[in-house]
């Protein structure tokens, strides 16, 4: 059954309070919402931290930082929510518009929302940044040959290793080699992460069905405690 909105006359079934939902819409008092949000940007490495993860910047990290923004301030109101959408506009070194659309449900009245938040871009600096330019690593890689090898398998073995690292970048933001030296009998990379490290290693040996080793060196212990090593790991082609 029909009824008459109290505010504009409006005739509809779709009413809160003697309201109806545009009247809501126009008032602002549906539900609390935001108008803009920050988000933790470090230009060194062009990540954005979402909830504790550094991820790069893009419209689906972007899109994934907002969404659980909408998340927390719904959630605060026991208010559910689907159909999410976001479009980013008005792109600038500082900030970038979020055209966000869902839909949400109101004492039973089934609502959709489309709204423009502000995100503001907070630089700072990430952990890993840090480490990096303080030549912090946790590995080394070491390129051996069974024979002395030509310049040209010396710089084809050393990219692969390097093109595996920025592979494992994506996910590891320390798989990098911070420094590269050479040594008798080929390369030494140093790397900051010993995972990433790991990772390379492992896929260099099935590659080229190659010999690989791993020791390590105790450092001591950190601030929390926690035992430290410095890993080597070696390839022998």
């Given at each position: ?95 970038v518009v979020a055209k966000v659309s869902f839909n949400v449900t109101i004492k039973g009245v089934d609502i959709g ?83 990433s490290a790991r990772i390379v290693i492992s896929k260099l040996g099935a590659k080229f069905n190659a010999q690989t ?25």
């Amino acid at each position: 059954m029909k009824r008459f909105c109290v505010r504009c006359g409006k005739e509809t079934s779709e009413m809160i309070e003697s309201i109806c939902v545009d009247c809501h819409i126009e008032l602002g008092d549906l539900f609390e919402f935001l108008t803009e949000v920050a988000v933790d940007y470090d230009k060194t490495s062009e990540r954005i931290r979402v909830f504790g993860k550094w991820l790069e910047r893009n419209n689906s990290s972007l899109a994934e930082f907002v969404e659980k923004e909408v998340a927390k301030i719904l959630k605060k109101q026991n208010l559910g929510y689907d159909n999410f959408s976001v479009e980013f506009i008005d792109e600038k070194e500082k900030s970038v518009v979020a055209k966000v659309s869902f839909n949400v449900t109101i004492k039973g009245v089934d609502i959709g929302v489309n709204r423009g938040i502000l995100v503001k871009f907070n630089k700072t600096v990430s952990d890993a940044t840090m480490k990096l330019s303080s030549n912090y690593h946790e590995a080394i890689i070491q390129l051996r040959f069974n024979e002395k090898p030509s310049k040209k398998e010396l710089e084809e073995k050393l990219n692969e290793t390097l093109m595996l690292l920025k592979e494992q970048k994506k996910k590891i933001e320390l798989s990098e080699a911070i420094e590269i030296r050479n040594v008798r009998g080929g390369k030494d990379l140093l790397v900051a992460s010993n995972k990433s490290a790991r990772i390379v290693i492992s896929k260099l040996g099935a590659k080229f069905n190659a010999q690989t080793s791993h020791s390590n060196k105790l450092l001591g212990t950190d601030r929390h405690g926690k035992t430290q090593y410095r890993h080597t790991y070696c390839i022998r082609f």
